[in-house]
């Protein structure tokens, strides 16, 4: 079945450190997307990317990086830069990128700092 | 003035009972709108396109006013399974911009 893999479900990250969520779709899609949602929030725009080894800052970049070598995965790095990173974390992707085209959401990342 | 408005509730209501979620947006130039539902700590799931001559899927209609900056979602003879937050989703030029409003969330009581 076609769909996007998020992992790991559940992460904690220690001070100081840099974490890495993976996302991976067989879907053939272009654009792909990471979101931060924090409780009784709306979802945010962190980065995205069109196609392969070109992405854009979203609304919320600070304190993230990430990659996309691959059509199929969009990595997201949360580094010890991003000082409140506790929130539940998806990874989206669209065939074209165009308006009116469904977005595909993983099952998402809860990642929480010990 | 946020991007996309949405009354955060939540709703309580009775099986069988008709419920109205409003949702409003900045963007006169928006070209695309969306209600998508959200299971707890889940991924959102679309459930409709919003049209300008309105949509109807089942027991949920869906409206768009483009003059006042208004989409609303109607939903009929309620279920204990739309239980959901309720996700109010505006696309600006080129789909790159989508602004996720922070949901109304919807409790149907047996």
């Known amino acids: 079945d076609g769909g996007i893999t998020q992992s790991p479900k559940y992460l904690f990250r220690k001070e100081g450190q840099n974490v890495t969520l993976s996302c991976e779709q067989n879907?053939?899609?272009?654009?792909m997307y990471w979101y931060r949602q924090d409780p009784g929030q709306g979802l945010r725009l962190i980065y995205y990317?069109?196609?392969?080894?070109?992405?854009q800052k979203g609304d919320i970049a600070e304190g993230y990086s990430v990659s996309r070598e691959k059509k199929e995965s969009f990595p997201l790095t949360v580094t010890s830069a991003q000082k409140n990173p506790t929130a539940f974390y998806l990874c989206?992707?669209?065939?074209?990128?165009?308006?009116?085209?469904?977005?595909?959401f993983g099952s998402g990342t809860q990642l929480s700092v010990l | 003035r946020k991007e996309v408005e949405q009354d955060p509730g939540p709703f309580n209501v009775p099986e069988g009972a008709t419920v109205a979620f409003n949702c409003t947006y900045s963007n006169s130039a928006s070209q695309s709108f969306f209600w998508y539902r959200q299971d707890c700590r889940k991924e959102p799931k679309l459930l409709m396109s919003v049209y300008s001559s309105g949509n109807e899927d089942g027991r949920f209609t869906a409206q768009l006013n483009r003059a006042s900056q208004y989409i609303s979602l109607l939903i009929r003879d309620s279920k204990l399974s739309d239980s959901a937050t309720y996700l109010c989703v505006v696309d600006n030029t080129g789909g790159f911009k989508t602004i996720f409003g922070a949901g109304t969330r919807l409790f149907v009581k047996a």
């Open positions: 879907l053939n899609h272009d654009a």
């Open positions: 989206a992707s669209r065939e074209t990128g165009r308006t009116n085209e469904k977005l595909f």
């Open positions: 990317s069109q196609i392969v080894n070109d992405f």
